[in-house]
Nanobody
Framework: QLQLVESGGGLVQPGGSLRLSCTSS????????IGWFRQVPGKEREGVSA????????NYADSVKGRFTISRDDAKNTVYLQMNSLKIEDTAVYYC?????????????????????WGQGTQVTVSS
């Protein structure tokens, strides 16, 4: 059973940066594509970014393109989401998710239903 754990959330001012981490204990993430999603109360979960198992393919939502960067360090069994130039509208609970070969890592919207394993989420609050 793949269990994902997110960390790195917190409170940051507009224009600031945070780096989220996604890791798994006991199971290697090397063979999994990873997606980052976010959700605010009353709204659907939104796909933010995704990376293939090899790290060769990445995908970003238009709302974060140019500000967020997804990467992976297989030696540390961790996937990162570097978030720069944060905006108030980036406030949400951020989740990482994993699956073997979701199409979302290639192109198009990053779809939650393509990912089978999920973490519990970490809160990101952007506020002055």
């Amino acid at each position: 059973q793949l269990q994902l754990v997110e960390s790195g959330g917190g409170l940051v001012q507009p224009g600031g940066s945070l780096r989220l981490s996604c890791t798994s204990s006991g199971v290697s993430l090397n063979y999994y594509a990873i997606g980052w999603f976010r959700q605010v109360p009353g709204k659907e979960r939104e796909g933010v970014s995704a990376i293939s198992s090899s790290g060769d393919s990445t995908n970003y939502a238009d709302s974060v393109k140019g500000r967020f960067t997804i990467s992976r360090d297989d030696a540390k069994n961790t996937v990162y989401l570097q978030m720069n130039s944060l905006k108030i509208e980036d406030t949400a609970v951020y989740y990482c998710a994993a699956d073997r070969a979701p199409f979302s890592v290639v192109a198009g919207p990053i779809r939650a239903h393509e990912f089978g394993s999920w973490g519990q989420g970490t809160q990101v609050t952007v506020s002055s």
